[in-house]
């Protein structure tokens, strides 16, 4: 009879056929030949073809079925499978994975559990990790520096930073990634000082300490400190300006923003992102349409974060083709239009420039409607002179079983005084109080003032401002002191005007109300008054434009 080579012979020549493998389908047919040959309980051969599936990005399915046909699984076929998890799947299922290894006796050592420490990370499960912990104890390896840094990790994003010194003091070896925890740690609970302390005594430091720090310095709103960091930095990457663009476009520096952006060498799209999107922020929507076209010459592509962005700016600008355009840009796009944010920044542009109808279809076709959405259709309905619409549809909102806040109530009193319709601006203002327990605050004051002044009960408004718990702003008396002219009540104009001036003595406004309030009733000499003020106080009324 024919003898025939042993298995173990044809592994050096399959392992040469998955080092050359660049497909999924070549990958099956090399999995096949393992399988014909025999070779399916080989680990070495097992765990290679593992990896391929992870980097040929063949489903997790796959590479489990695979491995699933191993009668006894070794540590490092466990730790191939698991790096693959920790690569493509979500953390509980990394978690999951490990528990079934414990289950079936497998050994996790120093490779297995920094994997499985970070999915506890991930999903901040400090339960799961200080059990995790007590394995790192049973296994031999509470000195291994890897899974100690992964421990500092887990305990400093859970803010159990005194877990996470102590863990830190007792590794008689560190790494610069430890002491980099170790640093965000403290930051993650607000310690700066100690975690100013800790970086001050890194016996190296990389730039992702430098950005650590930087980061928290941001996240507290110390821009000077930060910044006194990032000039101190002996190498910045994008990250470093991205960070400090943030930074500031938050603050509403977008000067110094836009000068860290012409400084920084390389820009990525979360550097343009970050720019478009403050300059969006901060009320600049032009300067955020003129970034995103240089970003877009440059032939940068944009993502998801960046036309949510340019949305925001649509919004402001009220342009109706140039949101047509956005929206077609996105339709061309890869970005999924399902994601709850994006088609809620969708909805907010095309209510806010005009196209209802575009909103409205998104609007119905939502699986889950919640308060933001609602709050932009309503919106949108009352800038467009559609009041009842609006109220109708804060109705619809609240039989769905959803909670008003603030901001909700904020957009239906809004949406009353655009209409006019006191009524129903009375039982919101009114419900807010005894049905939802909110303490009505100084802009919800403004709408009502708004809402009574527009229809003329003037007295009514006056009398609501004096009742508010705190000082009103000068907004609610300039609505009231608006009303006064349109309605030529001198005598509440002119108590008006008085408090008005206090808050506001050089907006010109004011004073040329008051003297319009004066003129309608024929007091010339009141009017030469105010006037003769206004020159006293060097206040002068700039010339309004038309656009026509």
């Given amino acids: 009879m024919p003898s025939y080579p042993p298995p173990s012979s044809f592994v050096p020549s399959i392992l040469t056929l998955l080092k050359s493998c660049k497909s999924r389908i070549q990958l099956h047919l090399v999995h096949a030949r393992i399988i014909q040959i025999g070779l399916e309980q080989d680990h070495f051969l097992i765990s290679n073809l593992i990896s391929l599936c992870h980097s040929l990005a063949a489903p997790l399915s796959y590479s489990t079925s695979i491995f699933n046909q191993i009668s006894k699984p070794s540590t490092f076929l466990w730790n191939t499978l698991l790096k693959g998890y920790s690569q493509k799947s979500r953390s509980v299922d990394i978690i999951s994975l490990f528990v079934r290894m414990i289950r079936e006796k497998g ?71 430890t002491w980099t925890a170790m640093v965000v740690g403290y930051l993650n609970v607000g310690d700066l000082v100690q975690g100013k302390k800790v970086f001050d005594l890194m016996p190296e430091r990389n730039v992702v300490s430098w950005n650590a720090l930087i980061c928290g310095l941001v996240k507290i709103g110390n821009l000077n400190g930060a910044r006194k960091l990032f000039d101190e930095m002996p190498d910045k990457n994008v990250v470093s ?52 076209i240089e970003m877009t010459s440059r032939n940068v592509k944009p993502d998801k974060f960046t036309i ?42 095309n209510a806010k420039c005009g196209n209802m109808d575009r909103a409205e279809k998104l609007f119905e076709e939502l699986p889950n409607r919640d308060l933001i959405t609602y709050s932009s259709m309503i919106q949108g309905f009352s800038m467009h002179g559609h009041g009842k619409l609006a109220v109708n549809l804060f109705n619809r909102m609240i039989s769905e079983g959803l909670t008003p806040d603030e901001v909700a109530f904020t957009v239906i009193l809004t949406a009353c005084s655009h209409a006019g319709l006191v009524e129903e601006g009375w039982h919101y203002f009114e419900s807010m109080q005894n049905v939802y327990s909110i303490v009505p605050s100084p802009d919800h004051y403004s709408c009502m003032v708004d809402l009574l002044s527009r229809t003329g009960q003037l007295k009514a408004a006056y009398e609501l401002l004096k009742s508010m718990p705190g000082e009103p702003h000068a907004g609610a008396w300039g609505a009231l002191l608006g009303a006064c002219n349109r309605h030529c009540d001198v005598e509440l104009g002119e108590l008006v005007a008085n408090h008005i001036l206090e808050f506001e003595p050089q907006n010109a406004g004011n004073y040329v109300l008051l003297s319009n309030i004066y003129a309608a009733a024929g007091r010339w000499l009141d009017v030469f008054l105010v006037r003769n003020k206004m020159k006293e106080r060097g206040v002068r009324k700039i010339p309004g434009r038309s656009w026509i």
């Fill in 107 to 177: 050994v996790p050592d120093q490779y297995t559990l920094p994997l499985v420490i970070k999915a506890c990370s991930s999903e901040l499960n400090l339960r799961q990790g200080k059990s995790i912990h007590g394995f790192v104890f049973k296994s031999g390896v509470d000195d291994d520096v890897f899974v100690g840094t992964s421990l500092v990790d887990l305990y400093g994003k859970c803010k159990e930073v005194g877990s996470a010194r102590k863990v830190f003091d007792e590794m008689s070896d560190r790494n610069v990634v």
């Fill in 308 to 349: 949510v962005s340019l949305m925001s700016a649509c919004s402001q600008l009220g342009n109706l083709e140039l949101a047509k355009t956005v929206d077609s840009i996105l339709s061309r796009s890869e970005i999924d239009v399902r994601q709850p944010y994006v088609t809620a920044a969708l909805i907010d542009m």
């Fill in 241 to 292: 300006y991205t960070t400090m663009i943030d930074g500031y476009a938050k603050a509403g520096d977008m000067a110094s923003a836009r000068f860290l952006f012409d400084e920084a060498t390389h820009k990525d799209i979360v550097v343009w992102s970050a720019l478009v999107s403050g300059y969006a922020q901060n009320g600049q929507p032009n300067e955020s349409l003129k970034i995103y």
